[in-house]
């Protein structure tokens, strides 16, 4: 059975809990700056751009596929599109 940790101990697990914290909020700002680079990409074309799994599932589209599925970019038809493959914001 252990006691109680020593200050030193609970020093050294609070800066370990900090760097973690710090570690993961970079992760994050990679991820979305990822992500903005991946629509920047997608929406950089005027033609058809889809992303696909190994698996064959849809990841993501650009605006222009979009487009053409619903036959209007700003439609609410669109909008629902979008929502439905969780690519745009």
């Given at each position: 059975?252990?006691?109680?940790?020593?200050?030193?101990?609970?020093?050294?697990?609070?800066?370990?809990?900090?760097?973690?914290?710090?570690?993961?909020?970079?992760?994050?700002?990679?991820?979305?700056?990822?992500?903005?680079?991946?629509?920047?990409?997608?929406?950089a074309t005027t033609e058809t751009?889809?992303?696909?799994?190994?698996?064959?599932?849809?990841?993501?589209?650009?605006?222009?596929?979009?487009?053409?599925?619903?036959?209007?970019?700003?439609?609410?038809?669109?909008?629902?599109?979008?929502?439905?493959?969780?690519?745009?914001?």
């Amino acid at each position: 059975m252990s006691g109680k940790p020593t200050y030193a101990e609970l020093e050294k697990r609070v800066q370990e809990l900090e760097n973690e914290a710090i570690k993961r909020r970079n992760d994050d700002e990679l991820i979305k700056e990822s992500e903005a680079s991946l629509k920047a990409l997608m929406n950089a074309t005027t033609e058809t751009a889809v992303l696909v799994d190994l698996e064959g599932r849809i990841l993501a589209i650009n605006k222009i596929t979009a487009g053409r599925f619903t036959g209007n970019r700003d439609s609410d038809r669109y909008l629902l599109f979008q929502q439905a493959i969780n690519f745009y914001d």
